[in-house]
């Protein structure tokens, strides 16, 4: 059977998709509507956390702002936007360990590419081998090497080595879920840096060539505003690089001993 506009009709076929979104953004909605149902996938919509609306909500008492600052700067606050989005995927983690299956999330400016069906029809297959898969490419990189791990369908299988930017769209198992869960009891960072930290985690950047999905630029973000940015002092500068650099140390020493453990067959 096929979901209605924004209804979840049980059971779903597995993974199920949800599709996050703000309750008011009925232009988006239709737009993924129109998309999943010319695929007759069905989807259950969930409504976005709106920080704006709801800045006590509970989870943002996890934000520790005062730790973000000696980190980033004292300028560097998130915004409430970046909670609610935090937020919204955070219940989907907590969503994915209780139903105890994969499950795909998609933001609602998600644009879904031929290449989903497939993706789709592999999906257990990939839930398999591999706790997180990225459906979109990375923000960060163009046109981004990553080590190829195997193929499945149409798909390489790639581990990056800097991650991804942006949460537009993953597959995501219990297991994973649980270790980001688990890693998210503080949250210093947005929710796309968050699960960028895979050298901590240990949930591993791993994503698609071709990817299945990308995103729609034409909509302005309404869930996740990012900061504007602003002038910092040296001393802030200096403090941010500092951590950077400590950063970049932890995530190419995981990433070298990743290469070493598949090529000793010792990967999973």
């Known amino acids: 059977m096929m979901a209605r506009f924004g209804v979840h009709l049980f059971p779903m076929p597995s993974p199920p998709i949800f599709v996050i979104s703000l309750p008011t953004a009925a232009e988006r909605r239709a737009f ?19 920080g704006a609306k709801s800045p006590d909500h509970a989870l943002f008492g996890r934000y520790n702002d005062g730790k973000r600052a000696r980190r980033r700067g004292p300028d560097a606050s998130l ?9 919204s995927h955070y219940l989907l983690w907590e969503r994915c360990v209780e139903l105890e299956e994969p499950i795909i999330v998609l933001e609602d400016d998600a644009i879904v590419l031929p290449e989903f069906m497939a993706f789709y029809q592999h999906a257990e297959r990939f839930a398999d081998g591999y706790g ?7 923000r960060k990189a163009r046109r981004q090497a990553g ?7 149409p798909f390489a299988i790639k581990k990056f080595a ?3 930017s942006g949460t537009t769209g993953y597959l995501l198992t219990p297991r994973a879920a649980r270790l980001l869960l688990d890693y998210s009891v503080e949250w210093l960072y947005p929710v796309d840096n968050t699960m960028d930290r895979f050298f901590e985690h240990k949930v591993e950047a791993i994503g698609l060539d071709p990817v299945c999905i990308t995103q729609d630029d034409d909509f302005e973000s309404s869930i996740n505003i990012p900061d504007a940015g602003s002038r910092r002092c040296l001393a802030d500068s200096l403090r941010r690089e500092a951590y950077s650099l400590k950063d970049a140390a932890a995530r190419n020493w995981h990433n070298l001993s990743f290469a070493v453990r598949s090529r000793l067959g010792l990967r999973r």
């Open 32 to 50: 993924m509507h129109r998309q999943l149902q010319s695929l007759n996938l069905p989807y259950e919509i969930v409504d976005a956390v709106h």
């Open 79 to 87: 915004r409430l936007s970046q909670l609610g989005c935090f937020a």
């Open 132 to 138: 997180l898969v990225w459906l979109q490419p990375s």
């Open 147 to 153: 080590q190829v791990l195997e193929h499945i369908g």
């Open 162 to 164: 800097k991650g991804f």
